[in-house]
Nanobody, 126 residues
Framework: VQLVESGGGSVRAGGSLRLSCTAS????????VAWFRQAPGKERVFVAV????????HYADSVKGRFTISRDAAENAVYLQMTSLKSEDTAVYYC????????????????????WGQGTQVTVSS
């Protein structure tokens, strides 16, 4: 499947945005799905991941308590709700997916994911 991100934009520090990741060419109902981000001049890093059951999630320490990852099977979508945004959250955000056998499985490293979106820009101004 191909993944498509949306929902990026510009926001003031302290604001919120919700990113969406949808699948085209199929369903990713049995995929673990993660969000990564890449700030200018830096490597792409892990942000959050959700298992295909939705029962397991994991967050980078830098976003814990501020970001929430969720999924809606009916909408064939995964969301990243971002609150209390900081200037250091400015980056291109990518969603990535990987089919998993077990409903509770998830992965943290970008090399574990085979399907990627094109990215969506999030800019947070102070």
């Amino acid at each position: 499947v191909q993944l498509v991100e949306s929902g990026g934009g510009s926001v003031r520090a302290g604001g919120s945005l919700r990113l969406s990741c949808t699948a085209s060419g199929g369903t990713f109902s049995r995929y673990a799905v993660a969000w990564f981000r890449q700030a200018p001049g830096k490597e792409r890093v892990f942000v959050a991941v959700i298992s295909w059951s939705g029962g397991n999630t994991h967050y980078a320490d830098s976003v814990k308590g501020r970001f929430t990852i969720s999924r809606d099977a009916a909408e064939n979508a995964v969301y990243l709700q971002m609150t209390s945004l900081k200037s250091e959250d400015t980056a291109v955000y990518y969603c990535a997916g990987r089919p998993t056998w077990y409903s509770s499985s998830y992965y943290l490293h970008e090399d574990d994911f085979g399907s990627w979106g094109q990215g969506t820009q999030v800019t947070v101004s102070s």
